[in-house]
């Protein structure tokens, strides 16, 4: 083989395996950005946690901040709220980032924000099943909440 012919098949092979590896990254770099990742949970952990076959990552509550520990006992005890017009309204679930369910399956409370002006973006969303979810970036993403923990 001449020495022309041996490079343009080495050029060859090397763009093949550029692209091979291209394309290898793609398809196992995980989720795309704004997708939660899904989490392996126990069976005996999904069934003490309502909501932790929603693929989502579960939290702690003592691990979220204490504001959102003060609204689940609000919304244990049945408020008063600190936004009645807002809090314990239907969450319709627009961005579909929880499991679909029909209107009216979810409720929502907001979680105060210290310094922010308004309402802040972080809210506990509560299920008919018993679930709770979190989202701190105003339904961007969600975790489960660990109520008893």
């Known amino acids: 083989m001449s020495p022309g012919r041996r490079l343009t098949v080495a050029l060859v092979g090397l763009v093949a395996l550029v692209v091979i590896g291209w394309f290898v ?7 795309p950005p704004g997708v939660s990742k899904p989490v392996v949970t126990s069976a005996a952990q999904a069934e003490k946690v309502p909501g932790a076959n929603s693929g989502l990552d579960i939290e702690p509550l003592s691990k979220l901040p204490a504001e959102a520990s003060a609204t689940w006992k609000l919304v244990e005890s049945k408020g008063p709220f600190p936004y009645p ?9 627009w961005e579909k980032r929880l499991p679909q369910q029909k209107s009216g399956y979810y409720k929502e409370y907001t979680v105060p ?12 969303v509560t299920g008919a099943g018993k679930e709770v979810f979190y989202t701190a970036d105003h339904y961007s993403s969600f975790v489960v909440v660990d109520v008893t923990k």
Not at 85 to 93: W, Y
Not at 113 to 124: F, I, N, W
């Open 25 to 31: 990254k793609d398809n196992t770099s995980g989720p």
């Open 85 to 93: 017009r807002n809090d314990g309204v239907t969450f319709e679930n």
């Open 113 to 124: 924000t210290p310094g922010s002006p308004d309402r802040g973006a972080r809210r506990l």
